[in-house]
């Protein structure tokens, strides 16, 4: 994404690059960039940030689930900052049946996340590969549940190399 973005904005709209800089900036602060950062060592290239010490030896001050909520906060005010109606953000990700339980919480928090309008999110699992006990399973339960996110499933039977 970030590449995209700034090679776009070098033939097309450099007022983009320099608003979207700017609006996640404002929506992270010092310290959640440092943290993105750290997380996605692309989005410095966006942001026109180095890789400073000070970013590169970054660490949560807090942990378990404290760390999870912050994280979770990070990403969901970065996809408010880049997504909105004149640049829709989708992700797509494939093999869910092997996400693990906290993969499977962040992408929960994102879908859920009131404040992010123009996000979409398309997942692609085996269902032959998720039994109920899954924790895949538990998640899309928990999500039809809330009524949170509309889910569409959509079931790829009999595929073949000829059809």
Excluded at 7 to 36: F, W
Excluded at 56 to 68: H, I, K, M, S, T
Excluded at 73 to 80: T, V
Aim: hydrophobic share 35%.
């Amino acid at each position: 994404y970030c590449d995209v973005v700034v090679e776009t904005s070098k033939t097309n709209d450099s007022n983009y690059i320099t608003k979207t800089r700017v609006a996640i900036q404002q929506a992270l602060g010092h310290e959640g960039i440092n943290a993105l950062t750290n997380i996605i060592p692309n989005t410095r290239r966006l942001l026109s940030t180095s890789s400073t010490e000070e970013s590169q030896n970054y660490r949560l001050r807090v942990g378990g689930e404290n760390a999870q909520h912050w994280v979770h906060f990070i990403f969901r005010a970065f996809m408010c900052a880049i997504a909105n109606t004149s640049h829709p953000i989708v992700l797509f990700l494939d093999n869910l049946q092997w996400a693990d339980v906290a993969s499977l919480d962040l992408i929960h928090a994102l879908c859920n996340d009131t404040d992010s309008k123009s996000f979409l999110f398309i997942g692609c699992y085996r269902d032959n590969e998720v039994d109920e006990r899954h924790p895949l399973s538990k998640f899309l339960d928990q999500m039809e549940k809330k009524k949170s996110a509309t889910i569409t499933k959509i079931a790829a039977t009999k595929m073949s190399k000829e059809a």
